[in-house]
């Protein structure tokens, strides 16, 4: 058996278009043969019978075994064409199998992977170009509000104060008063702001003091006790994870404080042997992952949030899961290769 389930495979092998020339070159072969046997008997009574049976029953076997044989041959392409449906309808991470039963239809497997291959690429270079572009922004107008809008309220700040002491006026020097306040109170929305849009210790000194400090200053504006752990980190990431960290830490923050109605945060960051891993779990009132990941739509600003999320942790070549349901709270796991090909050419270079 051994000896003919190889010549099979050979035969399998063989392109379609000299399976079906092999074919059918058999069929004639044995048709011209036997017919030309059946040319020497036409002188007998049966002769006349026999040759139409013999040309029904060779169109029959003709056309079966055509039929067999294109359906064995093209099965490859039809299993090819389902996946290229299916890839179309959005399901852009199959890919066509190579079976070895036909070169042509696995040249066209290989071709077709190669392409979606290339589209995939680009899509993850043009996501990079647009999050950087994003990341560069954030940066530029944390810097202007830091050192331009500040120091102009600064300036008011002490000019508002030095008018005070020179007004003698109880009711004028209350309403001064107040201006300042005020003055005080924009003055620390617009750090906030800067802060948030791009901190300065995510740059400065790495991704785990920005986090201790946004957290800290997180817990003084929301009634939300953060517990934060850290396992490794003997050295800093490179600018690109660190970005991708921090951004993933503070939109499950931010959804937290908006939609979940939590109480506690567990936030633990661990760099394991080739891996970082994230895990961000809360016991608010959980939602349905699903739901919003799918088509979020008006009003499902946490929807955006969860799908920038993956972007972002895709980009690098790392895994984003979310287990959540209503009324069991949520938790986050993330997963950073530490070196994966293209890492270096990533996303976010913000330095």
């Given at each position: 058996?051994?000896?003919?389930?190889?010549?099979?495979?050979?035969?399998?092998?063989?392109?379609?278009?000299?399976?079906?020339?092999?074919?059918?070159?058999?069929?004639?072969?044995?048709?011209?043969?036997?017919?030309?046997?059946?040319?020497?008997?036409?002188?007998?009574?049966?002769?006349?019978?026999?040759?139409?049976?013999?040309?029904?029953?060779?169109?029959?076997?003709?056309?079966?075994?055509?039929?067999?044989?294109?359906?064995?041959?093209?099965?490859?392409?039809?299993?090819?064409?389902?996946?290229?449906?299916?890839?179309?309808?959005?399901?852009?991470?199959?890919?066509?199998?190579?079976?070895?039963?036909?070169?042509?239809?696995?040249?066209?497997?290989?071709?077709?992977?190669?392409?979606?291959?290339?589209i995939d690429d680009a899509d993850r270079q043009r996501a990079t170009q647009i999050i950087n572009?994003?990341?560069?922004?954030?940066?530029?107008?944390?810097?202007?509000?830091?050192?331009?809008?500040?120091?102009?309220?600064?300036?008011?700040?002490?000019?508002?104060?030095?008018?005070?002491?020179?007004?003698?006026?109880?009711?004028?020097?209350?309403?001064?008063?107040?201006?300042?306040?005020?003055?005080?109170?924009?003055?620390?929305?617009?750090?906030?702001?800067?802060?948030?849009?791009?901190?300065?210790?995510?740059?400065?000194?790495?991704?785990?003091?920005?986090?201790?400090?946004?957290?800290?200053?997180?817990?003084?504006?929301?009634?939300?006790?953060?517990?934060?752990?850290?396992?490794?980190?003997?050295?800093?990431?490179?600018?690109?994870?660190?970005?991708?960290?921090?951004?993933?830490?503070?939109?499950?923050?931010?959804?937290?404080?908006?939609?979940?109605?939590?109480?506690?945060?567990?936030?633990?960051?661990?760099?394991?042997?080739?891996?970082?891993?994230?895990?961000?779990?809360?016991?608010?009132?959980?939602?349905?992952?699903?739901?919003?990941?799918?088509?979020?739509?008006?009003?499902?600003?946490?929807g955006w949030g969860l799908v920038g999320m993956h972007e972002r942790a895709n980009l690098l070549?790392?895994?984003?899961?979310?287990?959540?349901?209503?009324?069991?709270?949520?938790?986050?796991?993330?997963?950073?290769?530490?070196?994966?090909?293209?890492?270096?050419?990533?996303?976010?270079?913000?330095?």
């Amino acid at each position: 058996m051994a000896p003919i389930q190889t010549l099979l495979k050979r035969l399998l092998r063989v392109p379609v278009l000299y399976k079906v020339l092999i074919a059918n070159s058999l069929i004639i072969f044995v048709g011209a043969t036997v017919g030309t046997w059946l040319a020497t008997q036409l002188h007998t009574s049966y002769g006349p019978t026999i040759l139409v049976i013999f040309v029904a029953a060779g169109w029959s076997v003709s056309v079966l075994l055509n039929f067999v044989l294109l359906q064995i041959a093209f099965r490859p392409l039809i299993h090819l064409n389902r996946v290229m449906g299916r890839v179309q309808s959005g399901e852009r991470t199959l890919r066509a199998p190579i079976t070895g039963s036909d070169p042509l239809a696995d040249q066209l497997a290989s071709t077709f992977n190669t392409m979606l291959k290339a589209i995939d690429d680009a899509d993850r270079q043009r996501a990079t170009q647009i999050i950087n572009a994003m990341e560069e922004e954030r940066k530029r107008i944390a810097r202007e509000l830091h050192d331009e809008t500040s120091q102009v309220l600064t300036s008011l700040l002490i000019s508002l104060a030095v008018l005070e002491e020179s007004i003698t006026t109880d009711e004028a020097r209350e309403r001064i008063a107040e201006t300042r306040m005020l003055a005080h109170r924009t003055l620390r929305a617009i750090r906030n702001l800067s802060i948030d849009l791009r901190p300065s210790a995510l740059d400065d000194l790495g991704l785990l003091p920005a986090l201790r400090w946004y957290i800290k200053e997180y817990q003084k504006k929301f009634p939300i006790t953060v517990d934060f752990q850290a396992v490794g980190f003997k050295q800093r990431l490179t600018a690109n994870m660190e970005t991708v960290l921090y951004r993933i830490v503070q939109e499950s923050l931010t959804n937290v404080a908006r939609h979940a109605n939590a109480k506690h945060v567990s936030i633990e960051l661990k760099e394991e042997e080739n891996t970082i891993y994230a895990c961000i779990s809360d016991d608010g009132r959980g939602f349905s992952p699903e739901q919003l990941q799918k088509v979020p739509g008006p009003g499902q600003e946490r929807g955006w949030g969860l799908v920038g999320m993956h972007e972002r942790a895709n980009l690098l070549g790392g895994t984003l899961t979310i287990d959540s349901k209503p009324g069991a709270g949520t938790t986050i796991h993330v997963r950073i290769p530490l070196e994966t090909e293209g890492t270096q050419d990533a996303v976010l270079t913000s330095r």
